[in-house]
């Protein structure tokens, strides 16, 4: 949901909820006051402001968790970005959610084109596009010819697995 959208609601939401809750003040107040010729509309009145305070409720409470999905994701666009590479379970944590939920959220960035990248299953690690673009061309330890078990980009450090040899 755009914030735009997001606002309209929000707004939408709070016109009700007010409206509700002055025709809530207005049925109390008649029913109070003893001198009023109407109180036995009061009840009615009350009642029916009922009508405006549910659903404004629901849409401030449905505006606010899309705005928090929505920070989420800008969040976790940022991260992506930032880190070119990272794992679910890193994201997860740096977001402060499970790692189903920050799966769940780069599914949804990636579906708004705000991410663009690939996820390795073998690492579980996702990649932006331009980090793909800047992969090291070593695949080879240099020192001992084992292969590495995953792939380096350009300007990380890269340490053997076997003998532990350190390269940039």
């Known amino acids: 949901m755009s914030l735009k959208k997001n606002l309209i609601q929000k707004f939408f939401g709070y016109i009700l909820l007010f409206f509700g809750i002055f025709l809530l003040v207005v049925g109390f107040g008649m029913l109070v006051d003893r001198e009023q010729k109407d109180r036995d509309k009061a009840p009615s009145i009350m009642i029916f402001s009922t009508a405006f305070i549910i ?7 449905f505006a606010k968790k899309n705005n928090k999905i929505e920070e989420q ?6 991260l992506v970005k930032t880190y070119r590479r990272i794992t679910i379970d890193e994201l997860a944590l740096k ?15 990636i579906s708004m084109n705000l991410v663009d990248g690939n ?14 673009d800047e992969k090291a061309s070593m695949r080879f330890c240099p020192s001992c010819g084992a292969s590495f078990d995953r ?7 890269i340490k053997c697995s076997k003998c532990g040899m350190i390269s940039s």
């Open 151 to 157: 792939i380096f980009l350009a300007g990380e450090t």
């Open 73 to 78: 994701i800008q969040s976790l666009t940022a």
């Open 119 to 132: 996820f390795d299953r073998t690492t579980s690690e996702f990649y932006t596009q331009a980090s793909v």
């Open 95 to 109: 977001l402060g959610t499970t790692p189903p939920r920050a799966e769940l959220l780069l599914t949804r960035a």
């Open 55 to 61: 659903p404004g409720s629901i849409l401030v409470f």
